[in-house]
């Protein structure tokens, strides 16, 4: 295991902003009759913000991290870079990756830190390696304090193998307190987003399932804490939310209720590849679904329920659909076939639409990104533009399937996202 001096790493998912420039986003109430002051990173770099929302997606042009000279000698690259995180935390861009010989389950997995005030000088600020795989990175920040999650798993590339959550406290460059084992040993944590006053932790348990149509199906969790270190359900006494195919899945949340996608790889009785719900405000864990033959994987959303946005992988199959719609095999058969038919076909990161009202996704365009594509993450900037941090085969290169792709290089980039006009 490598560590920095002290410990090991903190990250945030409450993005905190320089407090001269702007407020801490989870401890803040705007004042909604304000100007608002422009994103620190609009400041340095105003090249980034440009762009004004217009009546389609505005995407930037990517700028590729990593592998690249930018990055200190002490983040190594190997072939695959396919899990990332980013966030803003006291006039930096953190940013988590992980590194492999390919896509798959690897003892030679490293996780990497590194650090930006302008998106050109990257600072090293740490690694983890554990002698097995490590993905799910999550940076959190509440109070001033940043923090990194990460799932531990196995070695063996054909199987999941959950081994823990670590959740570890940022110091200073290269200082990380000692890792602490988080939440159940069989436990994922997607995605863990900022609250007023606090943080909501989402995820799925009995991810040793996910791949084999066992029938006893996958947890879909929220937990929620008021000070970053003890979690909570997020509602009653238990965090399951519901027991069902679904696995990794993102919401958007105000005072109007709540709206989540959800990939159903493993399927249920609904059918095979994803469910779009919604929520009151005050019972958000009550979800109302409808099921898409989509399959949205790494899902990401951004907006409000009224005005929501999905990042995730597009099939780019004929239907651009998972579920075959093969209801006379068995359960177990149709995931068989659904997954040998979904690795043949390269994918796309891709921004989608969400409809509140009915519970519909709808392609908008697609980000750069070709074969092995998508698992995003955004930064709000203000004015409706994000700082949208993703991974992809070379986009120069073959397009390849994705079963191919998913063994060869992978590099991560930024670009400005800047969404319509409302």
Not at 59 to 80: C, M, N, R, Y
Not at 121 to 126: D, K, T
Not at 386 to 401: A, K, R
Request: include cysteine.
């Amino acid at each position: 295991m490598n560590l920095l001096p002290p410990a090991h790493l903190r990250h945030p998912v409450a993005l905190c902003l320089l407090a001269a420039a702007a407020a801490c986003g989870d401890d803040a109430t705007p004042d909604a009759s304000a100007t608002p002051d422009p994103h620190p990173l609009c400041v340095t770099r105003p090249d980034l913000c440009q762009s004004l929302p217009s009546s389609e997606p505005i995407i930037g042009e990517p700028t590729v991290v990593a592998p690249s000279e930018a990055l200190p000698d002490a983040a190594v690259s190997q072939i695959a870079h396919n899990n990332l995180d980013a966030i803003w935390y006291e006039g930096r861009v953190f940013l988590a990756v992980r590194t492999a010989p390919s896509h798959f389950a690897s003892a030679r997995t490293e996780l990497f830190v590194v650090s930006s005030a302008d998106l050109r000088e990257w600072r090293f600020e740490g690694s983890v390696s554990l002698g097995t795989d490590i993905r799910e990175p999550n940076f959190a920040t509440l109070n001033g304090r940043l923090w990194l999650y990460y799932a531990v798993l196995g070695d063996n590339p054909f199987a999941f193998e959950p081994q823990g959550v670590r959740r570890m406290e940022y110091f200073g460059p290269e200082s990380w307190s000692e890792p602490t084992r988080v939440f159940a040993l069989d436990t994922i944590v997607w995605r863990i987003k900022p609250r007023e006053g606090g943080l909501d932790a989402i995820g799925y348990e009995g991810g040793e399932h996910i791949y084999d149509v066992s029938g006893e199906g996958v947890g879909e969790v929220w937990w929620t804490t008021d000070d970053g270190e003890t979690w909570r359900p997020k509602q009653g006494d238990s965090a399951v939310v519901r027991v069902s195919g679904g696995s990794e899945y993102d919401f958007v949340s105000d005072d109007s209720g709540v709206l989540v996608v959800a990939r159903n790889e493993e399927g249920d009785d609904t059918g095979f590849g994803a469910h779009v719900c919604r929520a009151d405000a005050d019972t958000p864990t009550d979800w109302e679904c409808s099921a898409d033959s989509r399959k949205y994987d790494s899902p990401l959303m951004i907006g409000t329920p009224d005005d929501a946005w999905l990042i995730a992988r597009r099939n780019l199959s004929p239907t651009g659909e998972y579920d075959l719609h093969q209801d006379g095999l068995s359960r177990s058969d149709q995931y068989r076939n659904y997954q040998l038919d979904y690795w043949t076909y390269p994918k796309r990161c891709s921004l989608w639409r969400v409809d509140r009202d009915t519970l519909t996704v709808d392609l908008a365009v697609d980000l750069p990104s070709s074969g092995d594509t998508c698992f995003p993450e955004a930064i709000p900037l203000g004015d409706r533009r994000y700082l949208v941090f993703n991974y992809t085969s070379p986009l120069d290169g073959e397009d390849l399937s994705w079963q191919v792709a998913q063994g060869g290089p992978t590099q991560i980039y930024w670009l400005v996202l800047t969404l319509p006009a409302p």
